[in-house]
């Protein structure tokens, strides 16, 4: 409590002081899983925070706990005690951040029964939007989201790509002015990938959405990001915050500028060293990657 007292005071304090106070800020958030007799890590002690308007990647090695993370974030998952979530500067209780921030999980969830159109308006369903505004406003933002003439098909009709793009678009769909994408375009072809980051660029720019963003892609992270944030291995932490001093429009030839080549490789670095720890650890668990010996 006198961790959330702090905080929030020091939110007080960077409004006397004209700071921005963070959109969203994690205070030392840690998580452990129940596994068997034992107990499983998988955050610890994470804090970060992501200004309004800002566009900030995540990147780490995988099982670091950045899915983790965002499940916490969104209210999805409760996190050990004694840490905090604020937005707006305000402590929000881990059983009141439903519904307080858009979420596009790593895996698309889309429901085999329903249309691409219905699939988009779900979230924005579920929030009260009747459904006929629902869908005439997902109908008109089809094609934006590389999806004409495809409303009335139903998932197993689509591309892994597309399948995301509607996710995206549902996303989208739920208005909040904080968005947190796992990996949005895992899934999607070089080409498609890349014109889908500047696609999403570009909404963002007019929306100024705050948005956070996992990717294992270090391009990607530079290229979205105004700031990197690299995670640890599990379990995992924040261990590096990196500005990218890339102004923006960012066009596609960046990726071979110095200053891009340069952040990748300090990136590239950090992000391998913890997958060899995040690879090291796993040799040494009892029945991990043994391909189930004896
Ligand atoms: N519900 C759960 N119960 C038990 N363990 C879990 C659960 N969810 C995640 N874990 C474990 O927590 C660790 C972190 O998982 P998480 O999915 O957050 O990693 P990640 O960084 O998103 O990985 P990836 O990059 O592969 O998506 C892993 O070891 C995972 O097995
Ligand atoms: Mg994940």
Known sequence: MAERTAE?????????????????????????FAAGQKTLPALADVNLHVNAGEFVTLVGPSGCGKSTLFNIIVGLLAPDE?????????????????????????????????????????????????RRTARQRAQAALDRFGLAGFGQHYPQQLSGGMRQRVALMRTFMFERDIMLLDEPFGALDALTRALMQRWLLQVWSEQRRTVLFITHDIDEAIFLGDRVLVMSARPGRIKAD???????????????????????????????????????SMAETPDAGRGGAP
């Open 8 to 32: 929030l005071s020091s939110a007080a304090a960077d409004q006397t002081a004209g700071r921005t106070t963070p959109k969203i800020r994690v205070a030392g958030i840690s998580k452990h």
């Open 82 to 130: 004694g840490g905090a979530l604020f937005i707006d500067g305000e402590f929000v209780p881990a059983d009141h951040l439903l519904g307080r921030v858009a979420f596009m999980p790593q895996r698309d969830m889309l429901l085999p029964w329903r249309t691409v159109l219905d699939n988009a308006i779900l979230a924005a369903e579920i929030d009260g939007v009747p």
């Open 242 to 280: 990196v500005g990218v001093p890339i102004a923006r429009p960012r066009a596609p030839s960046v990726v071979t500028e110095p200053v891009f080549v340069d952040l990748k490789r300090r990136l590239l670095a950090a992000v391998e060293d913890e997958s060899l720890k995040a690879f090291a």
